[in-house]
């Protein structure tokens, strides 16, 4: 099993900034992807960010600019830096890693307990 601890959310006024973070523990042979989710008040989860094992990275539309998704592969963890943050980034954040337990296994997903992010002045 893998377990996976996020910190860093609060309460930050628009244009501010805030750094998330997700340790990922237990028994983890590799990783495959890191990323985080959100999920806002009435509206579909939907990905944020995500980082590939090679180190490639995705965004969606509505971050691109202003969040940065980083690792640190000797800690298991995974970052992301908001900046300019939005009422509209307004959410539950999740940390969501894809790893395999053992040389050859499939990777499995894993979810963090969610932190909440408000952005409000």
């Known amino acids: 099993q893998v377990q996976l601890v996020e910190s860093g959310g609060g309460l930050v006024q628009p244009g501010g900034s805030l750094r998330l973070s997700c340790a990922a523990s237990g028994s983890i042979f590799e990783i495959n992807t890191m990323a985080w989710y959100r999920r806002a008040p009435g509206k579909q989860r939907e990905l944020v960010a995500l980082i590939g094992s090679s180190g490639s990275r995705k965004y969606a539309d509505s971050v691109k600019g202003r969040f940065t998704i980083s690792e640190d592969n000797a800690k298991n963890t995974v970052y992301l830096q908001m900046n300019s943050l939005k009422p509209e980034d307004t959410a539950v954040y999740y940390c969501?890693?894809?790893?395999?337990?053992?040389?050859?296994?499939?990777?499995?997903?894993?979810w963090g307990q969610g932190t909440q992010v408000t952005v409000s002045s």
């Open positions: 969501n890693v894809a790893a395999a337990y053992y040389d050859g296994g499939d990777y499995l997903a894993y």
